[in-house]
């Protein structure tokens, strides 16, 4: 498939924040834009544990791609998953659609679940990183709990209990969510059920949560945990799990019927194909320019993209605000270039590391070290989550269910919608 048309055909693959803020930039360009996801929607991942803890609705979290970018005239979106890619001869193979040529590439496929080889674990473990993942983890927790409610025989087998793996933020704020929901609206919605039988448990291979925040940040997480009632294990990882245990590396065997996977991330498999050299976790290393080394009509974007901060020299980390400033920052180079202009190197404007770990509980840390805690940290969370959100629909709609939730510390959307 091709535009047919005379201008450069730009083909983004990948609707998440990296693919979106590239196309955003290219508006105007004089560029036929072509994005394919295997998605009719944008995910907005930081969201996940809230929509899969009854805070949010779908469309707070997952939005139309085609809503998104409506008012683009020079843009084609297309639902279909990436095959293959072939680099040399400048062109993507789809399931279910023809081939596209591209003049120019943006690969946004983001990264995918990484279990580490943990026996049992890609059969029955909850990761958190899509939205059908976090559909899944919320009908099978309010599940649990409605049989229990039938049959209080299952809450002595575990079947409330749930182990949430990995004490990054996607762990710990994933635990600290649903401890706020079981000891907040579940205390009231099963008065029945003594929480002391539903415990959240969070398991931590390192010898610490939070290992990319300072000490003292960590310190205040741990302590956040506590006091809600989340037991923290740390130094031991999961060797295996089943539909109802959990088994750490000591031998200690965990009763729980949900196991929440927030440990580990890798590169989107299709890196694998390219033929290219990878860094840590499967990502594609590019230069100043986001692009690959020796192809330069090929740019590299967002999580999959292991992208080198040009003042302190880091390794950028996986975040959405990184994704998206590389995303349009690609999306500017590419309309430049087509114009005849001269590009920039990437320059990211640190927007701080944070979590936000329950109500009025949050930790921020900006990249030259200062940090923030607590009501503060949370606002700032806010300010900078509504500001990667991609409409101010979306905005509108998290500041309401957020208000409400603070309000009235309830999560209203806690129902399971199934069929007959
Ligand atoms: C649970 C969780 C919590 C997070 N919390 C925060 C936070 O609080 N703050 C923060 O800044 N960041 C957070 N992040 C990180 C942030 O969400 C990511 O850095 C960001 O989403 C990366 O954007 P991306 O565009 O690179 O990839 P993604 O957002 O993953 O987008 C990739 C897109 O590619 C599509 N795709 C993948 N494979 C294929 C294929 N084969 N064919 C077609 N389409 C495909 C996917 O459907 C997806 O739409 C969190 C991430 C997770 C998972």
């Known amino acids: 498939m091709s535009s047919g048309s005379e201008r450069p055909l730009v083909l983004i693959l990948g609707g998440g924040f990296g693919g979106v803020g590239a196309a955003q930039k290219l508006k105007d360009a004089d560029a036929d834009v072509v994005l394919v996801d295997r998605h009719d929607y944008h995910t907005f991942q930081p969201l996940l544990y809230q929509f899969a803890t009854g805070l949010l609705e779908t469309s707070g979290v997952g939005h139309s791609l085609r809503d998104l970018l409506e008012r683009h005239d020079n843009t084609t979106i297309h639902k279909a998953a990436v095959n293959a890619i072939d680099l040399d001869a400048h062109q993507v193979s789809f399931e279910g659609m023809p081939p596209i040529t591209y003049d120019y590439l943006v690969f946004g496929l983001g990264a995918a679940v990484n279990f580490f080889g943990t026996e049992g674990a890609a059969e029955h473990a909850f990761p958190m990183y899509t939205l059908p993942h976090a559909v899944r983890l919320k009908n099978h927790i309010l599940e649990r709990w409605e049989a229990s409610d039938r049959d209080p025989s299952l809450i002595a087998d575990g079947a409330l209990n749930i182990v949430v793996v990995g004490g990054g933020p996607t762990g710990v704020e994933t635990a600290g969510a649903v401890a706020e929901l079981y000891r907040g609206d579940f205390s009231r919605d099963y008065r029945n059920v003594t929480q002391d039988d539903a415990r959240v448990t969070l398991v931590e291979a390192g010898p610490e949560l939070f290992p990319m925040f300072k000490p003292k940040l960590r310190e205040y997480a741990a302590k956040a945990l506590e006091d ?122 640190d927007k701080g590391t944070m979590a936000a770990i329950g109500r009025g509980a949050a930790v921020v840390q900006f990249l030259r070290g200062r940090t923030i805690t607590g009501l503060k940290a949370q606002l700032a969370w806010g300010t900078v989550h509504l500001a990667l959100l991609p409409t101010n629909e979306d905005r509108a709609k998290a500041v309401v269910s957020w208000a409400g939730a603070a309000f009235t510390h309830q999560r209203a959307d806690r129902i399971t919608v199934e069929g007959e």
Do not use: C, M
């Open 228 to 349: 809600r009632t989340v037991e923290v294990k740390t130094g031991v990882a999961v060797s295996s799990v089943s539909p109802t245990r959990v088994t750490l590396k000591s031998g200690e065997e965990l009763k729980a019927h949900t196991l929440v996977w927030g440990a580990g991330l890798q590169g989107n498999d299709l890196v694998n194909s390219l033929g290219i050299e990878l860094q840590r976790g499967n990502r594609i290393g590019v230069g100043p320019e986001l692009t690959l080394p020796d192809r330069p009509e090929v740019y590299v974007v967002g999580d999959v993209a292991a992208l080198t901060d040009a003042k302190t020299e880091q390794v950028l980390p996986q975040l959405g605000s990184v994704a998206l400033q590389s995303g349009e920052h690609v999306g500017e180079t590419i309309a430049r270039r087509i114009e005849g202009k001269d590009v920039k190197p990437f320059e990211y404007r």
